[in-house]
């Protein structure tokens, strides 16, 4: 009996095979080159994915032998979950594995744009010691307003709490009992931007919430906010933040995510007050093992015919 084909298309942790075991006949790809992907696509039983490569509906029409997606992270919109569903093909995903990195990483960005902590490195490098002007902000005491609280959400805003800010958040799905219970406060989008000195975007990519915040929207910010988006790009309009950020009602930015990736070149990338990653939320040790190790498991026991349990 020939193994069951297991396509790797995106860099994993090594956790990932040896998790896989050996029943498999293991093949690489870089499914963000389209036609790599479709020509290697048709001769898989399973394929695993971060969030570079695209299954869409012309992917999964060419997968004639697909049975299992396993995305290694949180995020799905990178693929088609509809078409794969009215295809009998299964979508997993490692929905724990890196939610405290995310968490981590945004934060790591708010205090690296309030404290200008990458301007000053490179200036110091440059052979300057300027002090009064890398002169930051205190997250002490301000209102950190967080958009989305869900699992990395309510990591940040427990997080944001041990630091003394005053936590407010928008996400009409959670209970506000539930968010009182973390001493988070639900309230609504225009309140929200009204009051928060710190805004921090936790959504997931949907037609609901691409653009939330857009112009409209950043002409209602607390001028002076400093905006944190390590969820995806395009929930926070790049041009329109832009314009912001060029005018001073926003005072400063820090983006893990963009609309287009992998990207070298935006505008934002020319203003000292936005400090940018490429995609590095979930860019650990821990999240890339642990992404690999679920997703591995969830491959083995969907091609074993076996249910998978929820994360
Ligand atoms: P989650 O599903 O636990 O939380 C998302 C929250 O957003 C939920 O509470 C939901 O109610 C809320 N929400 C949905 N639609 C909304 C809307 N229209 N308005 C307001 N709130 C809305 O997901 P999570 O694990 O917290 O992850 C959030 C997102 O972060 C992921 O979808 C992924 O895109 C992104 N992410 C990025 C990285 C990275 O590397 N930068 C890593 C992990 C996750
Ligand atoms: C996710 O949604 O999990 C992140 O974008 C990280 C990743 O792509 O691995």
Known sequence: MPK????????????????????????????AD?????????????????????????????????????????????????????????????????????????????????????????????????????????????????????RIGVLVAQRLSAFGMNVIAYDPYVQPGRAAQMGVRLVPLPELLAAADMITVHLPKTPETLGLLGEAELALVKPGVLIVNAARGGLVDEHALYVALKEGRVAGAGIDVFVTEPTTESPLFELENVVVTPHLGASTEEAQEKAGIAVARSVRLALAGELVPDA
């Open 4 to 31: 069951p084909v297991v396509l790797i298309a995106e860099e994993l942790s090594p956790a990932t095979v040896e998790a896989l075991g050996p029943d498999f006949e293991i093949r690489h790809a870089n499914g």
């Open 34 to 150: 389209r036609a790599e992907l479709l020509a290697v696509i048709p001769e898989v039983d399973a394929i695993l994915i971060r969030s570079a490569t695209k299954v869409d509906a012309e992917a999964l029409a060419a997968a004639t032998r697909l049975k299992v997606v396993a995305r290694a992270g949180v995020g799905l919109d990178n693929v088609d979950v509809k078409a794969a569903t009215q295809a009998g093909v299964m979508v997993v995903n490692a929905p724990l594995s890196n939610v405290v990195s995310a968490a981590e990483h945004a934060i790591g960005l708010l205090l690296a744009v309030a404290r200008n902590i990458p301007a000053a490195n490179s200036s110091l490098r440059a052979g300057e010691w300027k002090r009064s002007k890398y002169t930051g902000t205190e997250l002490y005491e301000k209102t950190i307003g967080v958009l989305g609280l869900g």
